[in-house]
């Protein structure tokens, strides 16, 4: 507009170059501090020839036995560290499940057997309000015993369901990474609300028969971030038994989960849970360091349990008719704040350049000292990460945590697009994700990934990757078929 002022970019600009500034003064102090140090004493040495040098060296009087101890004292010391630092975790590769076009739920499937199925008008619309606004697309999958009406939740459906995104996930990782199933030493399985006799963890070694000194472990009632919680085990089990193999498998059977009722706390889950699986494979051998695509860097767990509102915000229980589903409280959201509160004010100080935590300290001591109402100083992220993976929850979470964060459209597009195409796959959401920056080309060796997820309990678990390598786009993965569409636009309401 003609006679319109202009915007100060010049100033912006110096600030922009002020913080810049900033961070590499503070993110560099010492090596600034120790060169002019090391050029001193370079000057030093050279004003003072040669000869005087030869005559410092012979007035420290140094003997044999004393180089000698020295000597020993420095490779006893090496041989201390190297035996008893951590080992380092990699991640060799991964797989997804990809649901066959069979099981697609689009919009007008899923209305209308909720028409057909419900006779409570109001819950009709009710779901049809949800989703409407929940950020998913036409191509997310439900199992073949929801496409009966009603719903066949059967004993023998959930385990073909089991079956069908288990087994595909792990033979796509066998093909990819050429693993011999007999070299698996540790096998972890987390599904929260399938928790058959004998266990998912047993019917995968049954299927593959794997060794049978393999440590097996079956994780349930964990919520949607024990997908972490079982790489965090994997983790600790590997730091115990050295030269191993871990397989992780992560899950949410929805069969057995159908809530025929019409309470809506509980209605949310059929909107916005669908099928989905991840197979991932860790190692500690040094061989795997050369062929890996991660290195686990932390991993970082959160629990309000303590809580009574956190205890039952996310709670399985039976309503008034006897229906049986999982209630989600209306109070979730800012459980789950409070939740990532604490798991940042744990991971950021490992993470976080000095420059960011130094901010933060400074405006913490002054909101204390000198005046409560200072804003808080919410610490760049973005320094420390290139990549952000977030569980796909619902479009409300990821809102939030784009929000609080202070993240870009396109550090939240993995988790957006992951929720558009596959729905919440509860723990696997992190893996789609994953797969979503590597199907755009977008992972580069040195790259650090944040996958944050949350779960029943309450529970915030974060997990830091750093990239070994160049990921090429797989040619085979869950987005294969689709990446050229995507990002989509995705309205905050869709017309049904």
Not at 198 to 213: C, D, E, F, T, V
Not at 242 to 269: D, H, K
Not at 450 to 479: E, H, M, T, Y
Request: glycine share 6%.
């Amino acid at each position: 507009m003609p006679g319109a002022p202009l915007p100060e970019f010049s100033s912006s600009v110096k600030l922009k170059y002020v913080k810049l500034g900033y961070q590499y003064l503070v993110n560099n102090f010492v090596t600034l501090l120790l060169i002019p140090v090391m050029a001193a004493v370079y000057l030093e040495l050279a004003r003072m020839g040669s000869d005087e040098i030869m005559g410092l060296w012979r007035s420290l009087h140094l003997h044999l036995i004393h180089i000698l101890c020295s000597f020993f004292v420095i490779v006893f010391a090496a041989t201390v560290y190297l035996t008893s630092r951590p080992q380092p975790v990699y991640l060799v590769d991964y797989a997804c499940f990809r649901p066959p076009g069979t099981c697609r739920v689009p919009f007008s499937t899923f209305m209308e057997h909720t028409r057909l199925i419900s006779s409570d008008e109001k819950s009709v619309r009710f779901q049809m309000r949800i989703l409407e606004r929940s950020g998913l697309g036409e191509e997310t999958s439900l199992p073949p015993a929801n496409h009966y009406i009603p719903p066949r939740p059967t004993m023998e459906a959930s385990r073909a369901e089991a079956q069908l995104v288990i087994f595909s996930a792990i033979d796509d990782l066998v093909r990819k990474t050429g693993l011999r199933l007999k070299d698996i030493d540790i096998l972890v399985v987390n599904c929260s609300l399938f928790s058959p006799t004998p266990s998912l963890s047993a019917m995968i070694i049954n299927k593959y028969k794997l060794r049978g000194n393999v440590r097996s472990f079956n994780l349930s009632g964990m919520g949607c971030s024990a997908g972490l919680i079982s790489v965090d085990l994997a983790r600790d089990l590997l730091q115990v038994h050295r030269r191993s193999n871990a397989l992780v498998v992560s899950t949410e059977i929805i069969t057995p989960n159908f809530y025929a009722g019409n309470q809506r706390s509980m209605l949310l889950p059929n909107c916005l849970f669908r099928m989905g699986a991840a197979a991932i494979l860790l190692s500690n051998r040094r061989r795997d360091a050369r062929r890996a695509k991660y290195r686990l860097v932390h991993a970082v767990r959160t629990h309000k349990g303590a809580d009574d509102r956190a205890y039952r915000c996310v709670y399985q229980e039976e309503d008034a008719e006897g229906h049986s589903g999982i209630s989600l409280s209306k109070d979730l959201m800012a459980i789950a704040g409070e939740a990532l509160k604490s798991n940042i004010t744990t991971i950021g100080p490992l993470v976080l350049p000095m420059s960011e935590q130094l901010l933060f300290f400074l405006t913490l001591v002054g909101r204390k000292l000198i005046n409560p109402k200072w804003k808080p100083y919410i610490p760049d992220f973005k320094l420390a990460f290139e990549h952000f993976c977030i569980h796909a929850g619902g479009r409300a979470v990821i809102d939030e945590l784009q929000k609080n964060l202070e993240l870009s459209a396109e550090h939240v597009e993995a988790s957006r697009m992951t929720l558009h195409r596959f729905g919440n796959t509860s723990s696997s959401s992190l893996w789609y994700e994953l797969n979503y920056i590597e199907s755009k080309g977008r992972m580069r060796r040195g790259d650090r990934v944040w996958q944050i997820g949350f779960g029943s309990g309450f529970k915030c678990n974060s997990a830091v990757w750093k990239c070994l390598r160049a990921v090429k786009p797989p040619v085979d993965g869950p987005w294969s078929d689709c990446i050229d569409r995507y990002p989509v636009d995705i309205p905050e309401v869709v017309s049904l």
